[in-house]
């Protein structure tokens, strides 16, 4: 069976901190991918990453970066130098590929005081 | 960027009435999901639809839920028979080849 887990339910940082939300997962498959969304307070799901299982290159889109390490299964994403409007829940999530359907994890809510 | 649609924002209804929920997909998606997100909690699978059927569905998507993709384009969930329970966000979601997986912004039902 497929899981992904997000241990921090909440996480509080100060603008300009970075912050790092963890997302650990579970398939069997060898083949999968792997979501980051953030949900803002007005509620839409916004896709930020996928990541193929097959490459494990970190990734780097502005103040954005995510660590794929599949030897403790494991994408954590990093916002470095945080602001305001980084404050969303963030949820992980794994699918097969071909259409498989989305496993979303219980998500992170962060909030980025100024 | 192309953009999938939903229709209503928001919907209204009271207990044992059937609601429609309507999404229009982008184009060229071949694969078409409803999830739901009860207030406060984690996003959830309902069903998937592929080649103009069902590939997938989840224990939620019982009896209560259909889905039709009619005219090639809209993709609709019907619930048949609404439960206070069914209270939620309803999300449709596309994906084609490249395998991203695009989100509605979302229809907010609330049963009465």
């Known amino acids: 069976a497929q899981k992904v887990t997000q241990a921090q339910t909440e996480i509080s940082v100060v603008e300009k901190e970075d912050v790092t939300l963890d997302c650990v997962y579970e398939?069997?498959?060898?083949?999968?991918?792997l979501f980051w969304y953030k949900q803002p307070p007005s509620g839409e799901l916004v896709f930020l990453i996928r990541?193929?299982?097959?490459?494990?290159q970190n990734e780097i889109s502005g103040r954005y970066s995510w660590n794929f390490q599949k030897s403790t299964s494991s994408f954590n994403f990093t916002i470095t130098a945080s602001q305001v409007v980084d404050s969303a829940v963030y949820f992980c999530a794994l699918n097969r590929p071909q259409g498989g359907k989305l496993i979303f994890g219980q998500g992170t809510e962060l909030s980025v005081k100024p | 960027e192309p953009e999938v649609t939903q229709t209503p924002s928001h919907q209204v209804t009271q207990m044992g009435q059937e609601v429609i929920l309507r999404c229009v997909p982008i184009s060229n998606h071949l694969y078409f999901y409803w999830y739901r997100q009860i207030l406060g909690q984690k996003v959830e699978f309902l069903v998937s639809?592929?080649?103009?059927?069902?590939?997938?569905k989840s224990e939620i998507f019982d009896d209560q839920f259909s889905v039709e993709r009619p005219d090639g384009s809209n993709f609709t969930l019907k619930i048949r028979s609404t439960k206070l329970e069914d209270s939620a966000m309803y999300f449709c979601?596309?994906?084609?080849?490249?395998?991203?997986?695009?989100f509605g912004s979302g229809t907010q039902l609330s049963v009465l």
């Open positions: 979601a596309g994906t084609g080849l490249n395998e991203k997986l695009f």
């Open positions: 398939t069997r498959d060898t083949t999968y991918y």
């Open positions: 639809f592929y080649n103009n059927e069902i590939s997938e």
């Open positions: 990541r193929n299982s097959f490459d494990e």
